[in-house]
């Protein structure tokens, strides 16, 4: 009686953000107390508090641009932030105003 043995080749499972090639921005706002608009690409994304932290999952790899508009607070004007930020696969980006 011959008997062999063979192994089974692992499956390697990527995880998705490798796979769908994606990537995070975390935003900070440490510096004020009012909230702000937040813009990627020209389109709306979220809000983020005075003085709090969002993340923005699954954001295509690449360059991005972020823009930021006081929602309120504000004298005259609203306060802007523009940016260029690069997003990189698998990994989380910070951005702090």
């Excluded at 009012?34 to 360059?63: F, H, K, M, Q």
């Amino acid at each position: 009686m011959l008997l062999s043995c063979s192994k089974k080749e692992e499956e390697i499972i990527k995880p998705r953000c490798e796979t769908e090639k994606w990537g995070s921005l975390k935003i900070l706002n440490v510096n004020s107390s009012n909230p702000y608009y937040i813009y990627l690409d020209g389109t709306y994304r979220a809000t983020v508090d005075g003085r709090g932290t969002i993340t923005l999952i699954e954001l295509s790899t690449g360059t991005h641009t972020l823009y930021l508009v006081q929602k309120s607070g504000y004298v005259l004007a609203a306060t802007t932030y523009s940016s260029s930020i690069t997003i990189a696969q698998c990994s989380t980006k910070e951005y702090q105003f």
